[in-house]
């Protein structure tokens, strides 16, 4: 039989493709799920008994948290990428580890094909169908979904005339949960106008009290939490849980697709945006001007890079490398006050803390320089546009 690997979720397409290209077409099908944040060990059960009932050879789950972290996550808080200055990359991140786990499994059991569950309108065949070919071009991909262009009730229909009863009604919002955030759709994001109920979102608010909590980074990185160390994917899920009983981190991303439409969807990402924004305040206080300004630049390409499927090209690995570099004096602790639906940054302590100089405090009393220093750099500074306006009077 034709081995095929399937990028398997346990949701109606790629169980719709578990069944058909087993049945139909032949395969022997090794059904596959990558764990990137959010399941539970239940969850993962239930996922293979249902692939193998399905028609699938086989199921194996790979856990690849800490790999997503190692991979994206860590560069995502170092470029503090926040997509159209919203959207942490939740999904869109995740996929591109998904799809490198799910090919490098290909080629480890000599599977000839792999098959996903995308469809034709969105961005994530164009991210699994850009991995795949890159590291694995001898294998062929199979998109049953987007090829035959098949709506939801004739999937649920052949899987029902092939005696698969399981209940395929479509839940009123679709929630991806993983490590970097939780994203959620409903018929609101497909308009322009209308927000997301409080009800849609996964977390609801328990906790009304502020309280203030304090992140300790080494070098870009969340090491501790109040104290606390722990390693960053620990800490990620711990402040996840904690920020998210504050109802805080929802908001909807409106941004531009892969194929150039534009999409709207909503999420819920505490732990994310806090960590992002307060590595970002740490980042204020301890790099020099040019440094954060080269930083937003290549963190806004990486994001948008990660975004499309580049993950693979040379210049992401440039980028990483760049952007690790611009750590070394990224370490100290960030205080952060948690209120229900938001949160603040209060301030940060940190021994290269650039304020706690020496030479002088903004607005106050220098110490490093004369008046008439000052003086003699502020008329070498104005010398540019001095010669513009001589040259050019009427000019406004």
Sequence with gaps: MKKL??????GLDTSYCAKYLSQEKGFDVHAVSVNTGGFSKEEIAEIEEKALQLGASSYTSIDAVQTFYDKVVKYLIFGNVLKNNTYPLSVSAERIVQAIEI????????????????????????????????????IEIITPIRDEKLAREEEIEYLKQNGVEYSWEKAKYSINRGLWGTSVGGEETLTSEKPLPDSAYPSQLQEKNPTEVKL??????LVAIDGKEDTPVNNI????????????????????TIIGIKGRVGFEAPASLIIIKAHHLLEKHTL????????????NFYGMLLHEGNYLDAVMRNIEAFLTDTQKTVSGDVFVGLYPFQFRLNGISSKHDLMNASFGSYGEMNKGWTADEAKGFIKIQSNAGKIYNHVNPSDD
């Design 103 to 138: 090919v490098n499994y290909a080629k480890k059991i000599g599977a000839e094909y792999i098959a996903h569950g995308s469809t034709g309108a969105g961005n994530d065949q164009v991210r699994f169908d850009m991995i795949f070919q890159i590291i694995a071009p001898e």
């Design 216 to 221: 300790t980074f080494k070098k870009g990185e």
């Design 5 to 10: 690997v399937l990028a398997y979720s346990g």
């Design 288 to 299: 020099t001007k040019w440094q954060q300004f080269q930083k937003e630049q290549q963190g």
């Design 237 to 256: 899920i711990k402040l996840d849980a904690l920020a998210s009983k504050y109802a805080i981190g929802r908001d909807i991303h409106v941004g531009d």
